[in-house]
């Protein structure tokens, strides 16, 4: 049975080993039954391969987003941001009215619609 606290190294799905002091190489998946894959979460801190650092946290309603947010959102200038665009989901005149179009196709329920206004988390990361 996998044992975490005497963990000697950790292997990931693509055969990456890393060690507790950092270092690591490629090797061959485990084929020992008694080894068992374990979420990510579970796994201990140096076995990490990149850490997110929360640097701040908010809530606010979704219609609060700032120009600077949706183009970190992956929205794009067009002709100088007469027309912008969301790779893959189309262009539009208003990058406002673009990101609501997007967001009220990943959020389609009532209660999390643009037009319903839903309080949203936003976090800034740091990669580490």
Known sequence: MTDLPRAEFVVFPDGWRRYPDGSGHRGPLP??????????V???RWAVRI??????GLIEPVQAIMRADMRAE??????????W??????????LRRLYARRWNLDHPTP?????????TIVLDVRAT
């Open 111 to 119: 209660g999390c619609r643009w037009q319903d206004n839903p309080s």
């Open 51 to 56: 850490e997110l650092i929360v640097e701040r």
């Open 85 to 94: 665009r969301w790779p893959g989901h189309g262009t539009g005149v208003s």
């Open 74 to 83: 992956g929205l794009r200038p067009l002709l100088g941001g007469l027309v």
């Open 31 to 40: 084929r020992d039954a008694d080894e068992k894959w374990i979420a990510a």
């Open 42 to 44: 579970h796994m201990p």
